[in-house]
Structures are given as C-alpha cells and as structure tokens.
C-alpha cells in the first residue's frame, strides 16, 4: 500500500508536467491573439488534470489506458501518460490479447505523439531543441541553429519512441511477473499448510483406529462377558424357584445385563465415531438421547435407581422445549456425570439431585452425596481427591465453560462431595 501511494505521488505530478511542458512548446506556433491561442488554453486546462486519471489504474486499468491514449492523440500531450497507463494495464492483466492490443495502441500513441512534437517549427519542437546548438533558439534571442537536419530529428524522435514503449513494456511485465511469483510463492504455502494438515489428520486418524481397537479388544470384551455373566446369573436364580430373594436376585441380574448391553452399545458407537471422525459431528449433535429433555432425565433417574442408589430428586423443569440445543446437551451430560461419579466414588451412598430450568435463571444442577465412611480424615481427603480429579469432572468442567457456564465441585465441612453446574439459557 505504501509502495503504490509514493508510486501515484510520484506518477501524477511527472504526467501532468511533461503533458504541461509539451503542450507550451505547441502554443509558440500561436500569437495571444490568434484563435489558436484558445486551444492552447484549452489544452493547459485539460493538462492540469490530467496527471490524477493515473489514479484509477488500479482498479480500472484499461479505461484508464484507452482514456489517456485518446487525450495524448486529440491534445499536443507528452506520450508519458499513456505509457504509465499501459505498464499498469499490463502489469494488472494476463491475458494475451488485451496485452498485444495495449502494446501496439501505446506504440501508435507514443509515434503519433513524438512525431507530432517532432513535425512542429524548430522553436516549437522539444526535439529540435535536443539537436540546438548552444546558446541558440529558446530564450536566448538567437534564431535557433540546429546541428542535424530534419530527417535525424524525425528518425531520433521514431526510434525513441519505440524505445520508450519498450521500457514500458518490460517494466509492466516485470510488474506482472514478481505478482506472479507472490501468487505461486502464496499458493506453495498454503498447499504445505494444507499437506501439513492432512499429514497431521492422518496421524491423528491413525492415532484413533488404535485406540478404537484397543477399545474393541478390553472395554468391549469385558462388557461382552459382564453381560453374559449376569444373562447366566439371572438364569441361575431362575432355577432357584419363586422365592422373594431369587426373584430379586434375578431382576437384578437383568438389570446388570440390560445396562451392561446398553453401555456394550455406547461403546460400540464412540469406537464408531472414532473410526469415522466425519460422522462423529453428526452423532454428537444434540438428540432426544443425548439432550436434557423429560423423557431423557426420567431415563437417567430410573438406570441410577435400578443400579441400587438411593436418589432424591427436586425437579423445576419450565420451557424446557425452548432450551438452547448446545445448552441441553451439557446439561444433560452435566446430570449424567454427576450420578455415575456418585455411583463409581460413593458406591451405596444416598445421592441427591437438584434440577432447575426457567428461562429467566437458565439451567441449575446440583448433585450432593455423602463419602464413603473411613477410618481416618486423611482416607477421606484421598477418596474426595480422587473423585474430584478422575477424567469425568475435568472434562465436564471444560465442557459447561466452553458452553458459557460454571462449573464447581468438592467436598465440604460435612465429608459432602457436591456437583455445581450453573447453564446460561442461550450459550
């Protein structure tokens, strides 16, 4: 940006002045009287200007081109313009017929210009003025002598003026070319950044197919057998008659095995979801299973008293309907970490649990449960260590922030372990 306003400061004053000075040249072939004069004024106020049409070669480069070629043809203005116009056009378009039509109309251009200047009386002539002897012609009061004859003048002025085309051109291709080579050096960069970060997925897709397979090979396995383990214990109370302890005994061997299948199931799907990273978004989008909906909280309460928790529950659910989606889905994994961090640290611990929604207070879950009994405090202090700082809690911590809320969780004066979730109502 910088270097394109020293380019335009520079640029516009140079056009302007040389347009200005070819155009004084052409007004000593007229008397202040003469009708002629007139156009002379008239081209003076055109030059004045002129030099600012450079202005909008950036962003108009070929009317900016075409424009100045016709006022260098129509005016007695310097070529200079023109050929600033056409390095801009050329350094701002690729394509080769516009590049063909704008090097030969600024070659006509810059002939008809110079020979023109070239053509005039010798004391209006910036050409014949170059082959003057000193001290002759202009401003020194002695008829100007030249020192070559008019065909020089004329060839000199030819050939110069193909030469000035010909630095244009290159300077305009130049121009073109170093943008070329940024556009490519850009391009190389960002197919390295593209290949890094494909190198990088593949990696971390490799990454989870072996966690996938580990998964498949323990977690799976060992819930696989659970649940064939309690399918043949609840088979064995069967057999045991219809006694009020085998019956209970068989409905909580069905239990396990029916919860043992479900989590066989959830397994299953995040081994899929690793395995598929690109279906995984759509799987952990908010659903009637996964979102805190009534049906999903009456499900969570009914699994974590079948599993033998002593629950107590306080429920003010309004609108829940309306409820952000993303807010929901913490929520309801918010509940869902909570009872199954009770139920892993404080096994056969009354648990309680608190759920408020409404749209003026947003989502508030408490989850409280006594810790286990121990011989000493310090025992207590590990157990409260270690539920507090297990994978489920930080994570879930993580989770309700990046969902714009608070999370809270700890042991109190009363050996309480105490989950605390406060949710926004839009995240």
Known sequence: MITKRWCSATMVPLASFMCLSQTS??????????????LVVICVLVALPSGFLLLARNEYPEATFWISCILVVVFPFDSLIALMAMTSLLARRTDRHTTIRAVAAGTIVTLISQLRDAFQQPDASIWHLFFAEPDTGGDSGEPIVMMVEEPTVVISAAVASLIFVAIAVLIGLHIRSRASLRT????????????????????????ADAIAAEAHDTLAHSLSLMALNASALKAEADRLGDTPEAKALADKAEDIRRQSAGALDEAHAIIDMLRNPQQAWEQLAPSDNTALTRESLDALITDTRNSGTSLNTWIDIQQLSALDEAISKAAYRAIQEGLTNARRHAPGMPVSLEVSVAPQSGVHIHISNPMPDTATDTATDKAAHRAGHGAGLPGLAARVHAAGGQCRYGVDDRHLFHVDVQLPWRS
């Open 184 to 207: 490519a050096n850009a391009m190389a960069d960002a197919a390295t950044t593209q290949a890094a970060t494909l190198q990088s997925d593949l990696h971390n897709q490799q990454l």
């Open 25 to 38: 040249f052409f007004s000593r072939n007229f008397d202040q009287d003469s009708a002629g004069f007139v």
